[in-house]
C-alpha cells in the first residue's frame, strides 16, 4: 500500500485521490462528531473510542509497520500532546452546545488558519479564485453557525461560552491538520506514521474517561458497542486527510474536508432530530460551492 502512495504522490492521480479521501474524510468526520455528540457524555463517548482504538492499533503498529526512527518520535509525541488538547476542546463545547451551533464553527475556524499555516510551513498558494471559494466556503458554514444560533431552542445559557471553544477549538483543528500534514510527509512510510498517531494519540480519553465513569456509571455495552463503531470511522476520517495532505496541498485538503458541515447538518436532522429548513439547505449549497471553487479553481 505505501507503495501505491509512493507511486502517485505529486501526480494528477494523486490529485484526484487526494479529492476523493477529503471528501471521504468530510462525510466520516461529521458521522464521527453526531457519535461523539449523541445520547451518551461527549467524555465518555471520546474515551470508549479511543479504548478501541488503542486495542485495534496495538498490533498494527507494533507489528505491522517500520517502527519510528529519531525525529519521527517527537512528531508523534507532538501529535499527541495537539490532538489532546483538541479533543479537550470538543467535549467541552459539546458539553455547553447543540451539535448543529458548535460543530460548523469548529469546522469554519480550521480551514482559514491551515491555508495561512500551509503558506508558512510548505510554501503553500492560493490563486484568487480559490480565495474566493475559501471566503464562499466560510460564509456559508459560519453563516449556518449564526442562524443555528438564532433558532436553536436546547441549552441557550451556555451556547456563548460553547462558541467561544468552538473558535478556539477550530484554531486546534489548524494546528493538528498541519502538524500531522508535516508528520506524514517527513516519515518515509506514511502508514508507519499513521499507525502511530491511531496507537498514541488514543491513550489518553480512555483514562479521563474511566475516571468519569466510576462518578456516574452508565451501562457498558451499548458505549462499547458506539466507541467500536467510532473508532472504525476515526480509521476512515483522520486516516484518509493525512494521506489526502501527503498527496497534495495541505490547504486544499483541509477545505475539501470542511464539506462535513454539509454532512452534519443532515445528519443533525435525519438522526438526532434537529430541523433543516430551507434557509439551512441554501447555506449548505453555499458551502458546497465554495469547496467545488477552491478544487476547480487552483
Known amino acids: 500500500m505505501a507503495e501505491l502512495i509512493y507511486a502517485i504522490e505529486g501526480t494528477e492521480a494523486g490529485t484526484r485521490a487526494a479529492l476523493i479521501l477529503a471528501l471521504s474524510s468530510a462525510f466520516l468526520h461529521a458521522l464521527f462528531g453526531a457519535l461523539q455528540k449523541g445520547r451518551h457524555d461527549p467524555w465518555l463517548s471520546r474515551g470508549a473510542i479511543d479504548s478501541w482504538l488503542f486495542v485495534l492499533s496495538a498490533p498494527i503498529a507494533l507489528f505491522a509497520v517500520p517502527w519510528p526512527q529519531g525525529a519521527e518520535w517527537v512528531l508523534i509525541f507532538g501529535a499527541l500532546g495537539i490532538h489532546f488538547c483538541y479533543k479537550v476542546g470538543m467535549a467541552l463545547a459539546y458539553t455547553r452546545g447543540a451539535y448543529t451551533v458548535v460543530y460548523p464553527v469548529v469546522r469554519g475556524t480550521g ?12 510554501g503553500e498558494t492560493f490563486t484568487g479564485m480559490q480565495w474566493l471559494g475559501v471566503g464562499i466556503l466560510l460564509a456559508g458554514i ?116 470542511e464539506t462535513s458541515t454539509v454532512f452534519a447538518a443532515l445528519i443533525g436532522w435525519l438522526i438526532l432530530g434537529e430541523t433543516v429548513g430551507p434557509r439551512r439547505a441554501a447555506l449548505m449549497a453555499l458551502i458546497a460551492l465554495g469547496a467545488v471553487v477552491v478544487e476547480f479553481g487552483g
Open 111 to 122: 480551514p482559514l488558519f491551515t491555508v495561512i499555516g500551509a503558506y508558512l510551513i510548505f
Open 142 to 257: 459560519f453563516g449556518l453557525a449564526a442562524y443555528n444560533l438564532a433558532t436553536i431552542t436546547v441549552a441557550r445559557d451556555t451556547l456563548v461560552p460553547a462558541l467561544w471553544l468552538a473558535v478556539g477549538t477550530g484554531a486546534l483543528v489548524a494546528v493538528y491538520t498541519t502538524w500531522d500534514a508535516y508528520g506524514v510527509r517527513a516519515t518515509p512510510n506514511p502508514f508507519t506514521f499513521l499507525a502511530w498517531f491511531f496507537f498514541i494519540t488514543a491513550i489518553d480519553f480512555p483514562i479521563i474517561a474511566a475516571l468519569r465513569w466510576r462518578r456516574a456509571p452508565v451501562p457498558l455495552p451499548p458505549l462499547a458497542l458506539r466507541g467500536f463503531f467510532g473508532a472504525l470511522i476515526a480509521y476512515g476520517s483522520f486516516g484518509s486527510v493525512i494521506l489526502a495532505t501527503r498527496l497534495d496541498k495541505v490547504g486544499e485538503a483541509a477545505v475539501l474536508r
